[in-house]
């Protein structure tokens, strides 16, 4: 899940640069989630720049407004979307490329959320950073713990000289992540994958833009370059 937090109301608005006529896009997946995105947030955005002097012609939850075909979709059946002078989405930067991808040309897509992290969920309204999309995924090694996510200093060979009662030296209300990965490894009867000495992280794999293409959902177990 894509964590976002809703952007400075005044920032958004000089965004809109006196584009007055404006349609509001959420998005009832992670946005939803977080609060920053759903039924309830499109209506207090419309109130809200309604009250500025805006003309919020109509607004939408998509299911998900990452996937280019139901935004299409959205855009065939709703004409106040293709017509409206300006488009304000609510949701993650990749919902916003999304969008404007799916808008005609001449319609500026606005980002109305900032995009702050990969989650995990614990519960409903409940997250915390489980995935850095770093390319290079050591989880089978570290019992399903990230040390380039959990610790602070991204070590990938243990733990610092600052651990202390098992908690982490910089952020000091947080366990250690090399604690907690010594734990589960010997709860499992692994302690030598910490022998294993893992070189520099490669960032290239996190580079991007990038793409790919699932070439035969039922049958490939990875994804091809398109």
Same mark, same amino acid.
């Given at each position: 899940m894509i964590i976002t937090k809703k952007k400075n109301i005044d920032d958004v608005v000089e965004s809109l640069d006196n584009r007055k006529d404006v349609y509001l896009i959420g998005c009832g997946s992670c946005a939803e989630q977080c609060k920053t995105g759903g039924e309830t947030e499109i209506k207090e955005m419309a109130r809200t720049l309604t009250e500025?002097?805006?003309?919020?012609?109509?607004? &939408?939850? !998509?299911?998900?407004?990452?996937?280019?075909? +139901? $935004?299409?979709?959205?855009?065939?059946?709703?004409?106040?979307?293709?017509? &409206?002078? &300006? !488009?304000? $989405? +609510?949701?993650?930067?990749?919902?916003?490329?999304?969008?404007?991808?799916?808008? #005609?040309?001449?319609? #500026? $897509?606005?980002?109305? +959320?900032? &995009?702050?992290?990969?989650?995990?969920?614990?519960?409903?309204?409940?997250?915390?950073?489980?995935?850095?999309?770093c390319g290079e995924c050591l989880l089978s090694d570290t019992a399903g713990i990230c040390p380039h996510t959990e610790c602070p200093k991204g070590?990938?060979?243990? #733990?610092?000289?600052?651990?202390?009662?098992?908690?982490c030296?910089?952020?000091?209300?947080? #366990?250690?992540?090399?604690?907690? !990965?010594?734990?589960?490894?010997?709860a499992q009867d692994r302690l030598y994958l910490l022998k294993k000495v893992r070189p520099l992280k490669d960032h290239s794999g996190a580079n991007g833009p990038q793409s790919v293409l699932l070439r035969n959902p039922k049958k490939s177990t990875g994804l091809e370059p398109r």
């Open positions: 500025r002097g805006f003309n919020v012609r109509g607004g &939408s939850v !998509i299911d998900e407004t990452c996937y280019r075909q +139901l $935004v299409l979709k959205e855009f065939r059946k709703e004409k106040d979307l293709k017509d &409206s002078e &300006s !488009i304000l $989405v +609510l949701a993650c930067g990749a919902g916003v490329k999304t969008v404007s991808e799916a808008a #005609p040309e001449k319609t #500026p $897509v606005l980002a109305a +959320l900032d &995009s702050l992290f990969l989650a995990s969920v614990e519960r409903y309204g409940r997250f915390f950073e489980g995935c850095s999309l070590l990938l060979n243990g #733990p610092c000289g600052g651990v202390a009662d098992g908690m030296e910089v952020n000091t209300e947080n #366990p250690c992540a090399w604690v907690m !990965i010594y734990k589960k490894l010997k």
